[in-house]
T-cell receptor, first 114, second 110 residues
Framework: KAGVTQTPRYLIKTRGQQVTLSCSPI?????VSWYQQTPGQGLQFLFE???????NKGNFPGRFSGRQFSNSRSEMNVSTLELGDSALYLC?????????????FGPGTRLTVL | DQQVKQNSPSLSVQEGRISILNCDYT??????FLWYKKYPAEGPTFLIS?????DKNEDGRFTVFLNKSAKHLSLHIVPSQPGDSAVYFC?????????FGAGTRLTVKP
């Protein structure tokens, strides 16, 4: 089975712009979660989608949003980018539930905001 | 609000010796704990887990210990190998919440 894929792998944006990141889960997985990784903060949970519905949301401002399509692929959008949004954004998929199932991570998208 | 802490950002050990990575948590609702390993340019991969009903789980060279009263878990790697050099994240689940630590960079020297 192919693993979790994320596109693009690297992205450079400037403050005020918006960005959309994409994640394709492992075939058959229906839960997709997004995380932000910054040095010293570890992985911070952004949100989880299941069957096109947001099931859980972390403590991030409304500038961070996401969606999931009927084929379980997910996109994450960040509007009005700030310098502090520079981070590695990781997507993880699991068969049904990120809480009860083991999560499988993609390689991440490295976002740099200038 | 860091509910899961890995206080050592880095650890260096000699090949063949034991590596001990530590993790502390504050939320008593956490009842399932995991360790992930991350190589550069790759996503974290699941390594080993432990439920709160156990105090030890072993898988080959990797053993996780859980001390519920101290809210502390540790990952032991014996013997350590250069290929184990990576960043290790601990994670805790409970009450429909999941938190990760900031990670510990392990370097195993040949």
């Amino acid at each position: 089975k192919a693993g979790v894929t994320q596109t693009p792998r690297y992205l450079i944006k400037t403050r005020g712009q918006q960005v959309t990141l994409s994640c394709s889960p492992i075939s058959g997985h229906r839960s997709v979660s997004w995380y932000q990784q910054t040095p010293g903060q570890g992985l911070q949970f952004l949100f989880e989608y299941f069957s096109e519905t947001q099931r859980n949301k972390g403590n991030f401002p409304g500038r961070f949003s996401g969606r999931q399509f009927s084929n379980s692929r997910s996109e994450m959008n960040v509007s009005t980018l700030e310098l502090g949004d520079s981070a590695l954004y990781l997507c993880a998929s699991s068969p049904r539930d990120s809480y009860t199932d083991t999560q499988y991570f993609g390689p991440g998208t490295r976002l740099t905001v200038l | 609000d860091q509910q899961v802490k890995q206080n050592s950002p880095s650890l260096s050990v000699q090949e063949g010796r034991i590596s001990i990575l530590n993790c502390d948590y504050t939320n008593s609702m956490f009842d399932y704990f995991l360790w992930y390993k991350k190589y550069p340019a790759e996503g974290p991969t699941f390594l080993i887990s432990i439920s709160s009903i156990k105090d030890k789980n072993e898988d080959g060279r990797f053993t996780v210990f859980l001390n519920k009263s101290a809210k502390h878990l540790s990952l032991h790697i014996v013997p350590s190998q250069p290929g184990d050099s990576a960043v290790y994240f601990c994670a805790a689940k409970g009450n429909n919440d999941m938190r990760f630590g900031a990670g510990t960079r392990l370097t195993v020297k040949p």
